[in-house]
């Protein structure tokens, strides 16, 4: 059977377009929001000042000025985190911000005691774990699993991980403790806590490590995350470089403070990390933020956008 050809729609008849006086339309980039170019010598208040007003520095510039507000307003700020910003030097920055009373507690998953602990006792970490990997000695510094395993499954029932490990960090008198986060919340009374997954860390595989106590350790600082969220109510919580652990560790802890009777609402939330990733974007930004408060996302490598957000943040608190 022969197929039926549709026949060739006539032209249009550009006579009947319609089109209006540009002065009407409302347009998304106008003169007072672009980019004013930097000079040499400008400071750090008309840097952040010239950057245009539009899409992300929006939300940076949007975002320092909540942060530096809501400490203003005596809000509670939360920092959660994964280890990727202690292996690109953020840890000064970090203890900078708890000395300066911005930062009211910090959350973090297991990596981060490791890569704590070996800043404060060596002055160095980060290991090649593709060259390691080949021999089977990945993960296996002698010092990192006996001191944190150690730590830990001494830790009693009255610390949690987070608080054991940074006592007995400040304790040692380590050559660099000032670069460990963990020894300067246990020095200033701020809560470290630490949220571990059994296996994800290289101090699991050392025959030191005890199960039973890592976990009821990480479970005291999930229940004492919990009471530092249910005090939330109009502050901030950032989360900075964790792509699982932490985003569902903070949406948990907030249902538990609710469940309880606590009122956190007007909530601003932040997820800042290289790339965007599924569970910070619902259980940071959408769903705790729902149905009064805000959500932001500021996407770049930790070690730039990091300081970047901490100098516009001090800029404004003055």
């Known amino acids: 059977m022969k197929r039926r050809v549709p026949p060739t729609p006539p032209a249009l008849d550009l006579s009947r377009v319609q089109t209006y ?69 953020l840890s000064p920055l970090i203890i900078d911000l708890m000395e300066r009373g911005i930062l009211s507690a910090v959350a973090m998953n297991g990596a981060c005691i490791v890569h704590d602990f070996e800043l404060a006792y060596a002055g160095e970490t980060s290991e090649d774990v593709a060259t390691n990997l080949v021999e089977g000695q990945f993960g296996m510094a002698e010092e990192t699993g006996r001191f944190l395993n150690q730590t830990i499954a001494s830790a009693g029932a009255d610390h949690g991980l987070g608080e054991a490990v ?11 403790t000032r670069l460990s986060i963990l020894a300067a919340g246990a020095r200033l009374g701020i809560p470290v806590t630490v949220h571990v997954a059994i296996g994800t860390d290289i101090i699991h595989m050392h025959p030191s490590a005890d199960g039973g106590a890592i976990g009821a350790a990480s479970l005291r600082d999930f229940r ?51 790339i965007r990733h599924y569970r910070p974007g619902v259980n940071v930004i959408q769903r705790p933020t729902a149905p009064d408060g805000q959500g932001y996302r500021l996407t770049g490598h930790h070690e730039i956008m990091f300081p970047l957000l901490c100098a516009a943040v001090l800029e404004q608190v003055g």
Do not use: C, W, Y
Request: charged share 20%.
């Open 21 to 89: 006086p540009l002065r009407t339309r409302r347009s998304k980039v106008a003169k007072q929001l672009i980019a004013t170019p930097p000079r040499r010598g400008m400071s750090l208040g008309q840097f952040f000042r010239n950057l245009p007003d539009i899409l992300a520095a929006h939300d940076f510039r949007a975002a320092a000025a909540t942060i530096a507000a809501r400490h203003r307003a005596g809000k509670r700020i939360v920092l959660g985190m994964g280890a990727h910003p202690i292996k690109v030097g």
């Open 224 to 274: 004492r995350l919990a009471a530092v969220v249910g005090g939330l109510r109009g502050g901030v919580f950032i989360n900075l470089g964790s792509a699982v652990v932490i985003p569902e560790v903070f949406v948990k802890a907030l249902n538990l403070a609710r469940n309880v009777g606590k009122r956190v609402d007007r909530l601003v939330t932040l997820d800042m990390d290289f």
């Open 166 to 176: 940074g006592r007995q960090i400040l304790a040692a008198g380590f050559r660099n």
